[in-house]
């Protein structure tokens, strides 16, 4: 994991996340690389696919992939996760 906060940019918005580089009980409060290509993935050819549906990211972490998917036009997208501490993250 890349942990700490990070920015992204979708086509048009800028997307701020906060995390930690440091949790010890969590793995879900950083960014990890996987998410980040995931995300570059969406923006260059997921957009079609995504917009109108509804979307639902499990183990979401800091929710990077679910607030891409909303801004590229999902109609509706839940974020999940197991660590509490991760869904007040949110």
Do not use: F, P
């Not at 906060?5 to 793995?27: H, W």
């Not at 183990?59 to 590229?72: E, N, P, Q, Y």
Request: net charge positive; glycine share 14%.
């Amino acid at each position: 994991s890349s942990g700490g906060n990070a920015t992204t940019t979708t086509t048009t918005k800028t997307i701020k996340l906060r995390g930690q580089k440091e949790y010890d009980n969590s793995t879900g409060m950083s960014v990890w690389r996987g998410s980040e290509i995931m995300c570059d993935y969406l923006i260059r050819h997921g957009v079609n696919r995504i917009r109108g549906r509804r979307v639902l990211e499990l183990g979401a972490g800091v929710g990077l992939c679910g607030i891409v998917a909303s801004k590229i036009g999902a109609s509706s997208v839940r974020l999940t996760d197991g660590d509490t501490s991760v869904l007040e993250n949110l």
